[in-house]
């Protein structure tokens, strides 16, 4: 008889890489096991996720289609997001999807066409499902309509080329983390740099830096203050000093900062004469000569909730030192979401540090794990998109108005435009129930469409509301090639499991659909997935080769643990160059300097971005029917709301709901304790979630983190109970101002009540009832 204490050979873990983190991962006994890549000094805990998702029942096994699109054909329909679903064959359902997009494409032309994707599904350079989508759209249907821009950083996407110049100088090569670590004195963050954020990252990242880096500054003596309604938006490393500031008032702070200077004579002139435009213009509105009223420090005390002596003494803190001056996108992603993006330049050039090692303007560092790195110095494998013939586009956070209003005007970054009519929407990679405001408005907008088609790994809310729905694979089932442009690491992503049921990978999906378009050979090109990585790997090894280093073969690289490619040096890149040559090196703005009057945008006319910074009045004021701001931010268990079923997100839930933070002041007003199940309503919606009482918020202001699916008590309702704990039930759907129209979600107005009731059961995990054909 064999022995049966000897085992066999150690199954290996593989190289793959996520958007939280390089890792590995292998299969052992029928259980997903992941281990974090053992370079990275503070690996991000987001990965254990994988295990329990991997084969969850929320998963979607096969490719179905809802009833109702079935028995009445394409058209708008209110049973979406209320029907049930019937399983068919994918050579059935991809012939039936086949006729429909040529239904559209040809009589419709591809200008009906919205091509929906955010980009976030996988971190391979091949299965990236937004360049899938988008390839296949442009090369099968003649292109679609786009959106631009992103959720996080809509606004400042727009308005940074206006002021600054490009958007990358300042996020990605400026001020790196490195030289806040060795150089900084004072950091001034403005909505902070939580760790929850700069864990993640496009493609990934082997090493997260941040928490180190923020520690070795603290300890050299950097002074790490915190202007924020939330005391946890920086890590307890930085020891920071925390201003709890009243949300969205962080643009009459800084004004009021910035009038201390001046009238103390703090401020540096020959840095604003040298290196900025429109100074004059701006100071007089900081003086109060143009309106009557001065941003001095008194004036913003009201308006912050921040003493006037505190404001005065924080800017004499500054004068003089190597200070950073730090504005998150959270700020930027509310009404007038323009105004704390361009105060914050103007409070930079104010002290004269843009430019200086661990000085100046970081706008956005701690955001992403990709700002404050350097750069690679070879290409990174990329796949073309094709072209795309349509014209047409919407600012990204613009879906339901465009869904809703075909044929309106709107403005945008000084244009005109008109919302087109669309016919189909064929998403892939992204879940607007997650990341878009006002879930019952969104809701009516899909309602409106012929047909939408959607590629998913699980039965999000969006694939609920599809009338086609084809399973994907996720990315531990696929091979894929891994990287970001600013993390040196290239990583081969081996498959570790074999697709759930019928799970397809996106490619293979849009290569069938093609070939029933007429476009299989121009979207594939005749290769298969590993030809593909090989093709696409290329030109990092010729970029290697062209620096003399060593270029190994596509074989080599994939039987291996990864690549460590060369980066550029930290040198601080064109705003430093700039600052030390004003006239030899301009910036790529209208005037070739920092714009703090912008006559291009003062030329719109747009009366809530005028042409310098302006303080408009604080949003979302509280009042007797919603008294407290909700703050709904990014969470800390996943990405945005990928895997949300797994084992970290659901670990961290209470009673399966998502969990809200509250002062306890303000809860004991309302008879709510520790650990209750609380309802947060007003007039778009209500959600349920649990609280958890603490002095590390700001009174008056309740934080729900987005991310948790939505989960409608009654789907038949038109402003359903969200028992799950999704804030965007609650999020106001409006553009940041006329010029950028970008996402408004971080900031809405709540009321709040214990719930006392029988506590309804999430079902969001469920899949939906699947009848017969």
Known sequence: MPDSNISGPEIPFSPHTSHWGVFSARMKDGELQVRSHPGDPDPNEVIQNFPAALRHRARIAGPMVRRGWLENGPGPDDRRGRDDYVPMSWTAVLDLLGKELLRVRDGFGPGAIFGGSYGWASAGRFHHAQSQIHRFLNVACGGYVKSVNSYSSGSSQVLVPHIIGEYEDLTKRNVSWDQVAEHSDIVLAFGGMALKNSMVAGGGVSKHVERGAMQRAAERGCAFVLVSPLRADLPDEAQAQWISCAPASDTALMMAIVHTLVVEGLHDRGFLERCTVGWSIFERYLRGETDGQPKDAAWAEPLTGVAAAEIVALARRLAGKRALIVVSHSLQRAEHGEQPVWMGMVLAAALGQIGLPGGGYAYALGAIAYYGRRFNAVPLPTLSQGRNCVRDFIPVARVSDMLLNPGRTYR??????????????????????????????????????????????????????????????????????????????????????????????????????????????????????????????????????????????????????????????????????????????????????????????????????????????????????????????????????????????????????????????????????????????????????????????????????????????????????????????????????????????????????????????????????????
């Open 412 to 773: 945008y970054n000084g244009e005109t435009r008109t919302y087109p009519e669309i016919k189909l929407v064929y998403w892939a990679g992204g879940n607007p129930f997650h990341h878009h405001q006002d879930l019952n408005r969104l809701r009516k907008a899909f309602a409106r469409v012929d047909t939408l088609v959607v590629h998913e790994l699980a039965w999000t809310a969006t694939a609920r509301h599809a009338d086609f729905v084809l399973p994907c694979t996720m990315t531990l089932e696929r091979e894929d090639i891994g990287g970001n442009s600013n993390d040196p690491l290239l990583v081969p992503m081996r498959s570790v499991a074999p697709p759930y049921g019928q799970a397809r990978d996106d490619y293979e999906i849009f290569a069938d659909l093609a070939e029933r378009l007429g476009a299989r050979e121009a979207f594939t090109e005749g290769r298969s997935v590993l030809e593909w990585l090989e093709h696409l790997y290329q030109p990092t090894r010729d970029g290697l080769a062209a620096l003399g280093l060593p270029a190994p073969s596509f074989a080599e690289f994939w039987a291996n643990e990864g690549y460590e490619l060369p980066q550029q040096p930290d040198d601080g890149g064109n705003l430093r160059a700039f600052r030390e040559d004003p006239e030899g090196r301009p910036l790529a703005t209208p005037s070739g300097k920092l714009e703090i009057y912008s006559e291009t945008i003062a030329s719109f006319g747009e009366a809530d971005c005028p042409g310098h910074p302006v303080w408009l009045g604080a949003p979302y004021q509280p009042d007797e029917t919603t008294p407290y701001v909700l703050v709904a931010n990014q969470p800390r268990t996943r990405l945005h709301s990928q895997l949300d079923f797994g084992g970290h997100s659901a670990g961290a839930k209470h009673r399966g709901r998502e969990v809200a933070r509250m002062h306890p002041e303000d809860a004991a007003a309302r008879g709510i304790q520790d650990g209750d199940i609380i309802r947060l309503f007003n007039s778009r919606g209500a959600c349920l979630a649990a609280v958890v009482l603490t002095q590390d918020i700001r009174r008056g202001v309740i934080q729900l983190p987005t991310g948790a699916w939505y989960d409608p008590a009654d789907r038949d309702e038109d402003k359903p109970l969200c028992v799950h704990g999704n804030p965007n039930v609650l999020t106001r759907d409006i553009g940041t101002s006329a010029l950028a129209q970008g996402c408004t979600g971080q900031l809405t107005t709540v009321q709040v009540e214990r719930f006392d009731g029988n506590l309804p059961p999430i079902q969001a995990y469920d899949p939906p009832v699947a009848g017969a054909t």
